[in-house]
């Protein structure tokens, strides 16, 4: 059996100092230091075997920072760590104490198509960091080669509902390939759109009207979060059809990320699949002839399969499952707290499902720095970040 670990972590706005990313936002060599600083400590307490981070502006500081945990966890190891003259060496609290190093990990960064490098119009990437490497090129996309044309169902006799149309993503997706122990991992890493609204800027206007806020046009703003949902579902569609590219080769599959979203947001659920019935038997056939025209056994023990087949499984469910935690959350502003980053993961890490190459034994939830946007004295994640760190702890069974 070999463990590894795998966590998500999305930084806010990785970016060197005095370079204005958004509108009159940038870091000062002071705030850079603190952030990077903030970073490394973070990176080395979750000494995560992969790593999906979303908001890198910039490679370069990334992987500044991934050196200098290196360089604390050595320090740690070795003030923490006994030699092999000692005769507790061997004991498993040094195994567990011990930071593995990232000098022969891989990064790969994926820079958004839709940075400008424009002072105050940058706009953010994701990057995978991989103590195994990648058994092969890193697969990115944003450009869609085709555009996506998702018709509307027509309602009362109409001939033509309409099409919404995606070009290209917000952000990146990537697909790293990652051998573990003999077996190679599918793993997705993505940020979605947000839920701020999209507005659009009329010709020759210096900005939507919709952000005027001392004009508040409250319709306006509605329609703007409608835009944002509807890409966001048509990016969740994407990865999902990405995902499945993998199932039906029977290939395990992670997907990881800032999903924008809730475990039951539509979204997510077009990422995850559905789940499955317990029972069709008592449904009606899609081509009924009668009121007793019900779905077989056989063809029930088949359609339960098959959907289970391309569902995805939530890393935070199943933890919940078998643990006494009352609340996961990895966001928390105006009063709300609720978990938009998420880890899920393909049957083939389903210790029910009897064809499963390993499970998920823990999950961790780095949350501690976040403070609720809504509190008076909340600046301390302005620097740090306005999302918690998740990692799930894999054990996974040798191949053979």
């Known amino acids: 059996m070999t463990e590894f670990t795998i966590a998500s972590f999305n930084v806010k706005n990785l970016i ?9 936002q940038s ?15 973070q990176l080395l307490t979750l000494d995560a075997d992969i790593v999906g981070f979303q908001e890198i502006f910039e490679e370069t500081p990334l992987r500044e920072i991934i050196a200098e945990t290196d360089r604390r966890g050595q320090e740690a190891n070795a003030a923490s760590l006994p030699d092999r003259s000692k005769r507790y060496h061997r004991k498993a609290i040094f195994r567990k104490l011990a930071y593995t190093p990232y000098t022969v990990a891989e990064l790969a960064f994926a820079p958004n198509i839709n940075d400008s490098e424009t002072p105050g119009k940058r706009r953010p990437g994701l990057a995978i960091l991989s103590r195994y490497g990648f058994a092969e090129p890193v697969e990115i996309i944003q450009d ?6 998702i018709p509307m169902a027509c309602l009362g006799g109409e001939e033509d509902a309409g099409y919404y149309t995606l070009r290209r993503l917000s952000r990146p997706i990537m697909k790293a390939r990652i051998p573990v122990a003999g077996q190679i991992v599918s ?20 900005y939507p009207p919709e952000t005027v ?22 990016e969740a569609w994407v990865l999902r059809r990405m995902v499945l ?14 999903f924008n979203d809730g475990e039951n947001a539509v979204s997510s659920e077009i990422i995850s699949g559905e789940t499955p019935f317990r029972n069709y038997s008592w449904m009606l056939r899609h081509d009924a002839r009668h009121t007793g025209d019900r779905y077989s056994a056989e063809e029930d023990r088949h359609i339960r399969e098959t959907i289970d087949r391309f569902r995805l499984r939530s890393a935070e469910k199943q933890f919940l499952r078998k643990s006494l935690r009352d609340v996961v959350y990895t966001t928390a502003f105006g009063g709300v707290h609720e978990s938009i980053d998420q880890i899920y993961m393909s049957r083939h890490f389903d210790p029910d499902w009897a064809g499963h190459i390993g499970e998920m034994e ?25 999302h918690g760190q998740i990692m799930a702890h894999m054990r996974l069974k040798s191949a053979g």
């Not at 869609?144 to 044309?149: G, K, R, S, T």
């Not at 823990?362 to 306005?386: C, I, M, R, W």
Request: glycine content about 8%.
């Open 362 to 386: 823990y999950f961790s939830v780095f949350n501690d720095h976040l403070t609720d946007g809504s509190h008076p004295e909340a600046p301390y994640n302005k620097l740090a970040s306005d």
């Open 27 to 41: 870091y000062t060599p002071e705030e850079y230091a603190w952030k990077s600083d903030w970073m490394a400590d």
């Open 16 to 24: 060197g100092p005095d370079q204005e990313y958004y509108k009159f």
């Open 213 to 234: 806020l001392t004009a508040y046009d409250a319709g306006g703003r509605a329609l703007g979060a409608l835009r944002a949902a509807l890409r966001r579902m048509a």
């Open 144 to 149: 869609l080669p085709q555009p996506l044309d």
């Open 245 to 258: 590219d993998e199932l039906e080769q029977n290939r395990p599959v992670i997907v990881l990320g800032d």
């Open 187 to 206: 793993v997705f890493n993505c940020h979605l759109k947000s839920k701020l609204g999209e507005f659009i800027t009329p010709q020759g206007a210096p």
